[in-house]
């Protein structure tokens, strides 16, 4: 008890380290005004997703081709690093979208939905996809 008066402490060292829970992350919607909207190229058909879970969601529900001109334009590492403020993994996302025609828009779109997946630590299964089974990058 400091009497009233002003007493100095010292705080000690963290027991164990900082860990940022990113899961948390997972369900927290954006503004309205921020919403991913994936448009269909050559259809006036629109998803929006409001959530992370959203957009790995629409990822992993597309059909091929649907969203090529997403991966063109980088709208989705332009959206997470300008929205969600994830540069780390707008960077990841970038060299995905980049690596097209190297690998097909199919196989950039499931890598995208796994490195979403890895980095805010799905616990639960998205359409079937456990943590188990996706697609987990190193560095992100």
Do not use: C
Request: aromatic share 8%; charged share 25%.
């Amino acid at each position: 008890e400091a009497q009233g008066g002003t007493r100095r402490v010292r705080l000690a060292a963290r027991l164990t380290p900082h860990i940022r829970h990113l899961a948390k992350y997972i369900d927290i919607p954006v503004p309205e005004p921020k919403t991913f909207v994936f448009r269909t190229d050559g259809a006036t058909r629109m998803r929006r997703a409001r959530t992370l879970r959203d957009f790995v969601q629409a990822l992993e529900e597309a059909a091929p081709g649907v969203y090529d001109g997403h991966l063109l334009r980088h709208d989705f590492s332009k959206w997470l690093s300008d929205v969600v403020g994830d540069v780390l993994l707008a960077r990841a996302v970038r060299a995905f979208e980049d690596g097209t025609p190297q690998i097909t828009p199919a196989e950039a779109l499931t890598a995208i939905a796994g490195a979403v997946r890895a980095r805010y630590e799905f616990m639960e299964a998205v359409n079937g996809v456990t943590p188990d089974s996706r697609t987990v990058m190193s560095g992100v």
